[in-house]
């Protein structure tokens, strides 16, 4: 898939493999749910996952926030 920004289109790249199952069809209308509600109303899609095992290396949203930090 992608994203769309005033400026450009960007790819969006999943970290995990799997059969995508349902899309949130309410960000076509309302994009800005993406950054006001990233944990709740502003998922993009949800995915059955191919290797469950694949999610132990993915960092934690708080783990992510403090790597950026620096």
């Known amino acids: 898939g992608s994203i769309e920004a005033v400026k450009a289109v960007e790819d969006i790249n999943s970290p995990v493999s799997g059969e995508v199952i349902e899309v949130n069809e309410e960000l076509e209308d309302s994009p800005d749910l993406i950054n006001k509600s990233p944990y709740e109303d502003g998922w993009i899609y949800k995915v059955i996952?191919?290797?469950?095992?694949?999610?132990?290396?993915?960092?934690?949203?708080?783990?992510?926030?403090?790597?950026?930090?620096?």
């Open 49 to 70: 996952l191919e290797d469950e095992e694949s999610v132990k290396n993915l960092l934690s949203a708080q783990e992510y926030a403090k790597l950026i930090e620096n």
